[in-house]
């Protein structure tokens, strides 16, 4: 006789993995089941290096951290795992397949199965090995074109997800206060509206992709003094509110901005890793951010070692967590057994970090990494076979497809900067001449990276392994675009050396030319070893080493002058501001970058870019940008002359325009109205060109010092020869508002400058308003855009 047994039912899911629910009911249900331990594992990460053979990550020894055992650690899980990709030169497909497997063990070694987050950098795309070298953010400020960046971000974002990465370590906010400091590439500008737009693009694009983006250096890094990394910062109140932080209020208010991270400075004595009040106080409570804040990297141990805000690791976990930082980056250090041992001891209230983790799980059941179907295949290696030798997978994900170059090369384009030009350019490409391309930056296929992208910032101490991407130098370029043109060729100096023995050969190379090419700039580096990066902070703004003395040489030639700038910050250019034949500037515009620079000197490409920082005329200067109150410029009580040799906002294209018809709807408005106003750009040249038509508010009288003017908007017209277009401009008061002696941000009553222009210091036409009313506060919620509207081109 046969028993019937009932088939059993499947156990029911754990109500983490239930996605019916909520995500904080998941998390809250799982945080219930979890020993300290367990929790404690969820804020930190370990940095680690894929397997080029396919193979689990290692983990990575820095010299500032002791070795990490992985097998300890992992049974109670593991937040981060910190750069797999960006550690070491790694094939994408086998790096994809070694966090594959890294994440496998992670799942099956902790009791919830909970995967980590891996993040990788991606400041000039993503930091992977072959993977694609976009221009850097200064270039990105330089096209002040948001939609392009916002197309860039989200092609990063797709290669980054497709190997299993999950969060980006992007944008960077930091306003440009001082271009001696090293950074001044990874920034975006001088300008917090230029910077604001630019980054919320960015971060909107690589959200759009599943990426998470983070928000960095949170704030005031670029504000240390003299320009010097890490250096304190001695900012008051209202610089901070009105310059510092409106591109961070921007991107977390409009950008669905996931991620922040804690700058490394200290503000008037305040570390911003243990600032309650900006972590917790401005961008939660205040701005509304529910994200996770990561630490900078080694950030956390700072408070101890660097600040000297607390006397042990286990304090410094304390004051960080308290402040409101989630998660301690790279790798585990005062997260680890200081933290657990503080909490025993009752030095740190197990709520903070409960806090903490409640954020980062919720954050990763949002990346679905707690659902019960999350496979840890990622995209690229779905339908591949992950069980054979390397050698099958080996080259079958490609990070730097054709599209992808494309993309790069139209970014560079429009970021490339005319300075000056006195009819030299555009040069006819099929015209045969003789061009002496001089300089240290002609030969360099990297002189086109910055310090965050992968060849410099990883594959310099691999020299033996490839970049990866293709990068042809500038003469290689050159060649392309003029082929029947004779290049000859000469370094004439180092970029950062004081040699000039090769001055002789670089000046009989320019008077036999029919033109010069002047290759110069910097070096991206890292700590000391480029011009130009973190940690490569200049002492003036001279270019490095003997390129000034090389430059006046070839001006001394008689040889009409191009100079091409390849660069991270804007230089002094002595005698050539105004004896070039023509002025390039360019700010490490990537792998594209050589190409785009011939383009635009062939007249292939129509020059489009505008400067996001000024050049400054004379080096020592700073520091100094266009953002100033009126004592801030030049005037006779100082012998010291800030004005630029070329202003933010400034750029030449090759045809011209006329601005003209400006109407103002009605020139009084109440402090929470609007003005509207509209004007006419012709093109009145024979050329197509792209016109920016930039809005600054000048405030002639208020409560407290302001810039004698600030940019508000602007809008890129592209105009045919002979054609016009009509402007219509919607300027909300909001606009107007500051932060006033007590604190609060006012629109004040009065009379006000719009004025539509070219650059910061050049206004071609001027609407006075006046608001009218009670002073008015305003908070987060504020209108922060002019809203412009370009008439389409007329139907024929």
């Known amino acids: 006789m046969t028993e019937n047994v009932a088939p059993q039912s499947p156990a029911p899911l754990p109500r983490w993995r239930d996605t019916a629910l909520s995500a904080e009911a998941r998390v809250d249900a799982l945080i219930r089941e979890m020993t300290i331990e367990e929790k404690v594992a969820q804020l930190f990460g370990v940095w680690v290096g894929a397997s080029d053979e396919g193979g689990e990550v290692a983990p990575h020894q820095h010299d500032m951290e002791e070795p990490v055992d992985l097998d300890a650690l992992l049974p109670d899980g593991l937040g981060q795992l910190t750069r797999p990709f960006g550690t070491v030169p790694v094939d994408p497909a086998l790096g994809a397949l070694s966090l594959m497997r890294t994440q496998q063990r992670i799942v099956a070694a902790n009791r ?145 901005v996931r991620s922040v991270m804690h700058a490394y400075t200290d503000t008037d004595g305040v570390p911003s890793a243990a600032d309650g009040e900006l972590l917790t106080g401005l961008l939660r409570d205040a701005w509304g951010f529910a994200g996770t804040v990561v630490a900078d990297y080694f950030g956390i141990a700072f408070l101890k070692t660097l600040h000297g805000v607390a006397a042990t690791f286990g304090q410094a976990a304390g004051a960080a967590l308290a402040a409101g930082v989630d998660v301690e980056l790279p790798t585990v250090k005062t997260f680890g057994a200081p933290l657990l041992d503080a909490v025993a001891k009752g030095e740190v209230p197990e709520e903070l970090v409960e806090r903490a983790v409640r954020r980062v799980l919720v954050q990763k059941v949002e990346l679905g990494l707690l659902d019960p179907g999350w496979s840890a295949v990622p995209a690229a290696l779905e339908g591949a076979d992950t069980t054979a030798g390397p050698e099958t997978l080996r080259g079958t994900v490609d990070l730097d497809p054709d599209r992808n170059r494309a993309l790069a090369a139209r970014i560079a384009e429009r970021a490339v900067v005319l300075l000056r030009n006195d009819g030299v350019l555009p040069l006819d490409p099929r015209s045969p001449r003789r061009i002496a391309l001089i300089g240290p930056n002609a030969e360099v296929p990297t002189a086109v990276l910055g310090c965050y992208s992968f060849p410099v910032h990883v594959g310099r101490q691999h020299p033996d392994i490839p970049h990866g991407v293709d990068l042809p130098t500038l003469r290689e370029a050159l060649a392309v675009e003029f082929p029947a043109a004779e290049i000859t060729v000469a370094p004439g100096t180092g970029i950062d050396d004081a040699a000039t023995g090769g001055f002789a050969q670089a000046v009989a190379l320019a008077r036999g030319a029919d033109l010069v090419i002047a290759a110069l700039g910097d070096r991206a580096g890292l700590f000391g070893r480029g011009t130009s990066g973190e940690g490569c902070d200049a002492q003036s703004l001279t270019l490095p080493g003997a390129q000034q003395q090389l430059l006046d ?206 650059s910061s210091t050049d206004a071609r036409l001027t609407a006075r308003v006046a608001l009218t009313g009670p002073a008015r506060p305003v908070d987060h919620h504020r209108r922060r855009h002019a809203e412009f509207t370009v008439e389409p081109r007329p139907s024929s």
Not at 559 to 572: D, E, I, K, N, S
Not at 702 to 728: C, N, T, W
Not at 744 to 754: A, D, N, Q, S
Request: aromatic fraction near 8%.
């Open 112 to 256: 919830f199965g909970i995967p980590a987050v891996a993040h990788e950098e991606c400041l000039a795309g993503f930091a992977a090995w072959g993977a694609t070298a976009y221009p850097v953010p200064l270039s990105w400020g330089a096209t002040f074109d948001p939609e392009l960046v916002r197309e860039m971000a989200a092609a990063i974002g797709r290669d980054m997800r497709a190997v299993g990465v999950h969060q980006g370590l992007a944008p960077v906010l930091d306003v440009v206060r001082d271009a001696r400091w090293g950074r001044v590439e990874e920034t975006i500008g001088e300008d917090p509206y230029l910077v604001g737009t630019i980054a919320t693009a960015y971060v909107q694009g690589l959200e759009s992709a599943g990426v998470v983006a983070t928000l960095k250096h949170f704030a005031g890094y670029s504000a240390s003094r003299a320009g010097r990394n890490l250096a304190p910062v001695g900012m008051g109140r209202r610089e901070l509110a009105d310059v510092i932080l409106p591109p961070f209020e921007m991107a977390v208010r409009e950008g669905g």
């Open 553 to 758: 040489a070839l001006l001394d030639t008689g040889t009409p002058v191009v100079a091409v700038l390849l660069a991270g910050r804007p230089y002094t250019l002595g005698r050539a501001t105004d004896e070039a034949a023509a002025i390039v500037q360019t700010f490490f515009p990537g792998e594209a970058g050589t190409g785009a620079i011939a383009s635009v000197l062939s007249g292939r490409t129509e020059p489009s870019g505008r400067l996001p920082v000024s050049v400054p005329r004379h080096p020592g200067a700073q520091p100094s940008t266009y953002l100033a109150a009126r004592l801030g410029h030049a005037s006779e009580v100082s012998s010291i002359d800030p004005s630029p040799a070329f202003a933010f906002g400034h750029g030449l294209t090759y045809t011209t325009f006329a601005w003209s018809g400006l109407t103002v709807e009605a020139a009084e408005a109440p402090t929470d109205g609007e003005f509207r106003l509209s004007l006419t750009v012709h093109n009145t040249g024979d050329r197509p060109g792209t016109e920016l038509v930039q809005l600054y508010l000048h405030d002639p009288v208020a409560s407290v010092v302001q810039p004698v003017q600030r940019l508000i908007g602007y809008v890129r017209v592209d105009l045919p020869p002979g054609e016009s277009r009509r402007i219509h401009v919607t300027v909300p008061a909001d606009l107007a508002s500051f932060t006033g002696r007590d604190g609060r941000r006012t629109v004040e009553p009065g009379e006000l400058e719009l004025r539509f222009a070219a």
